[in-house]
């Protein structure tokens, strides 16, 4: 089947532990994305790739960290800089280029910082 | 960065009424994105719209792109227990990568037997 795997659903991490979150796409997108969600709030983006071995920051990268070194997977890495770390992670891909590049999203992994 | 606005926040109704929960910003956008997000689970595209004006349907659902192309709407007939969930709104304008979302804050729909 075609579509967006994230794992692991849920992750523990101890303060001070940097951690990385999966994301894997074999729908031939070219563009992935990560956001955050916390409650009552819209998804905030935190990195996004239009390419293989590029990408750049979204609206909150601080204590984040992202590689794109092949074009089905997009992994995310929480560092101990960040300080709010406990939320919910999406990942998205997209086809790049025209006007029809709808997002389509993975099931997310829900981080929790001990 | 920009910000979208849905209304109602949330909203409580009873199988089988209609529901209507709108989506509006500050600047004008070329696409809007319509979803709906289950508890621990990730958003699930409904609804894509690409013209102002433009009316799209897919079920039960029906979205409009508002021609000021600064809202679009989102309305459920006849709702069932399914429909339980929180609807985002997704809209794009174009900036200098041209593929950036912003994304509202949800509508949280319960929907009592």
């Known amino acids: 089947d075609g579509g967006i795997t994230q794992s692991p659903k849920y992750l523990f991490r101890k303060e001070g532990q940097n951690v990385t979150l999966s994301c894997e796409q074999n729908?031939?997108?070219?563009?992935m994305y990560w956001y955050r969600q916390d409650p009552g709030q819209g998804l905030r983006l935190i990195y996004y790739?239009?390419?293989?071995?590029?990408?750049q920051k979204g609206d909150i990268a601080e204590g984040y960290s992202v590689s794109r070194e092949k074009k089905e997977s997009f992994p995310l890495t929480v560092t101990s800089a960040q300080k709010n770390p406990t939320a919910f992670y999406l990942c998205?891909?997209?086809?790049?280029?025209?006007?029809?590049?709808?997002?389509?999203f993975g099931p997310g992994t829900r981080l929790t910082v001990l | 960065g920009q910000q979208l606005n849905q209304s109602p926040q949330s909203m409580f109704i009873q199988e089988g009424e209609d529901v209507s929960m709108n989506c509006t910003s500050s600047?004008?956008?070329?696409?809007w994105l319509w979803y709906k997000q289950d508890p621990g689970e990730g958003p699930v595209l409904l609804i894509a719209?690409?013209?102002?004006?433009e009316l799209t349907s897919n079920g039960r659902l029906t979205a409009q792109f508002g021609i000021t192309r600064k809202d679009s709407f989102l309305n459920i007939s006849a709702s069932i227990p399914s429909d339980v969930g929180i609807y985002f709104c997704?809209?794009?304008?174009?900036?200098?990568?041209?593929?950036?979302?912003?994304f509202g804050p949800g509508t949280r729909l319960s929907v009592l037997p």
């Open positions: 998205a891909s997209s086809y790049s280029s025209g006007d029809y590049n709808e997002q389509f």
């Open positions: 719209l690409y013209k102002a004006g």
């Open positions: 790739s239009q390419i293989v071995n590029d990408f």
């Open positions: 600047s004008i956008f070329n696409t």
């Open positions: 729908l031939n997108h070219d563009a």
């Open positions: 997704a809209g794009r304008g174009r900036d200098n990568y041209g593929q950036n979302f912003v």
